[in-house]
């Protein structure tokens, strides 16, 4: 294997740590310089590649819109092609959502996604509603509003003395971690009435609720209980709470439905959109916005105060389109429900018999999992062990490309991994990321001793 330090990029993962260098991409697999082949395991940092590397017809699309028209002045004209993938996107979106636009990812998507809510309620004569309810063990993006409504503490503690102490967090909901001895409807009752406190203990002062309706790298594929968002659903509109659902990773097929919150009933406002959108093949986010609320907008008189230099751009409305177009007419959501319950059945028959694997989660192609110490006592590995990155460094011997990440068991501690694949894998594949895994897994208990 070829590695080489860079000299070049602002920051690296490791400013001594040399990398494989990919020069190409395939389907599901990723190619190094020395013809080596790992499996896109994360689907690319994290959960983006929905339609595999190397899709010619969005490669065409993309060259295609670039010699017509890439940008235009958007103060002074619309286009077709956006225009047309405006209605394309309400038209995908669940029932009742009829206003999109585009950014230039998922920071962006959800922090405007903030702004539109903060803009609802002024709208109303609210100005008051201007703190957002996240929760702990979220990430929302890495832009200073973002990173504070998120959970995520190990990206947002650097820049907390920069946060403006306006937003609350309450716990995410991961059935696993619940406290001992606690049942699965117990636990649901506790989350919901914590965050019916937090409620009551601000009238008229938030403006939104923002959550992943299955928590992707910050809890590894965390689903949470059956009637859990009815049940916050429920409180915020007797507050008229805006809910904003961060579908940045869930979007556009990944967990077996068009979009992750279906699984629970639809009940968000907003959805903040990025990733699978493009398949990775430009920068693109979207937000989708329900009738209710733009409607507010529109009446109020105001636009909605945003825009940025890439918002809504030809050039990304037509690799949009032509990646909505592989997602439908090849039926990936469909795929990602049957392809992501085959993995997630070979993940459980090759891991759980480990002792280091707790649980293996998640749905569709969105799937996680969980290290420890003790299977019986759940005790996570400590801290130092760095396990879920042993287990990262492990797979790529064995050909995989994974993302181990921390913090699953309390905001800090615990080790998981995020499996995301591109929704085109194949049976084979699968095999392959279950065999590689245990492999991975194997080795590293072998090194601890
Ligand atoms: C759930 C979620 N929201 C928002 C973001 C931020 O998206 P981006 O990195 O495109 O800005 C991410 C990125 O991983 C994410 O997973």
């Known amino acids: 294997m070829s590695y080489r330090v860079l000299n070049s990029q602002l920051i690296c ?16 697999v990723l190619v190094d310089d020395q013809g080596r082949r790992y499996l896109d395991v994360s689907g690319a940092t994290a959960a983006v590649t929905h339609i595999g590397h190397g899709n010619e017809r969005v490669a065409q699309a993309l060259a295609d819109q670039a010699r017509i028209l890439a940008v235009h002045t958007t103060h002074l004209f619309h286009s077709p092609v956006v225009e047309a ?4 996107l309400c038209a995908f979106a669940p029932d009742g959502f009829d206003r999109a636009w585009t950014v230039s990812g998922g920071t962006e998507a959800v922090e405007n996604a903030l702004k539109l809510a903060y803009q609802y309620h002024r709208a109303k004569g609210r100005s008051t509603r201007r703190r957002f309810i996240g929760r702990w063990s979220s990430y929302h993006g890495n832009s ?3 990173l504070d409504v998120g959970g995520l503490v190990g990206r947002r503690s650097f820049y907390s003395d920069l946060f403006p102490d306006l937003n609350l967090h309450v716990g995410s909901c991961l059935p696993y971690r619940r406290p001992a001895n606690m049942t699965v409807e117990a636990y649901e009752d506790h989350l919901v009435e914590e965050f019916r406190t937090v409620v009551e203990a601000h009238p008229d002062e938030i403006a939104a609720f923002i959550a992943e309706p299955v928590v992707g790298s910050a809890l590894g594929a965390g ?10 659903a429920s409180i915020c509109r007797a507050h008229d709470i805006l809910m904003i659902a961060d579908e940045v990773m869930t979007g556009f097929g990944r967990t077996g439905r068009r979009f992750g919150c279906q699984h629970f009933g639809t009940h968000a406002d907003v959805l903040a959109c990025a990733k699978g959108i493009s398949g990775g093949y430009i920068p693109l986010g979207a937000l989708l916005v329900r009738d209710s609320v733009s409607e507010v907008l529109r009446n109020s008189g105001d636009p909605f105060f945003s825009g940025q230099t890439y918002s809504c751009i030809p050039l990304a409305a037509a690799v949009g389109m032509a990646v909505m177009d592989v997602i439908e007419e090849d039926g990936l959501v469909e795929r990602a429900a049957t392809i992501g319950a085959y993995l997630k059945g070979r993940l459980e028959e090759r ?11 998640g749905l569709g192609m969105f799937l996680g999992v969980e290290f420890v110490q003790d299977v019986a006592t759940k005790e996570p590995w400590p801290d130092e062990i760095r396990f879920s990155k042993r287990v990262e460094a492990a797979a790529l011997n064995h050909g995989l490309a994974t993302l181990g990440a921390r913090g699953c068991v309390d ?3 615990g080790d998981h991994m995020l499996i995301a694949p591109p929704l085109i894998l194949t049976e084979a594949q699968a095999d392959t990321i279950a065999d590689g895994l245990r492999a991975a897994c194997e080795d590293v208990m072998a090194a601890l001793g």
């Open 13 to 28: 993962a490791k400013y001594e740590q040399t990398y494989p260098m990919i020069v190409r991409g395939e389907g599901a």
């Open 85 to 88: 993938y405006f209605e394309r």
């Open 144 to 146: 200073l509003a973002t």
């Open 223 to 232: 689903v949470p209980t059956d009637g859990y968002f009815a049940r916050i």
């Open 351 to 361: 891991l759980l018999d480990l002792p280091c694997v707790g649980e293996v989660r």
């Open 411 to 413: 905001r800090v501690h």
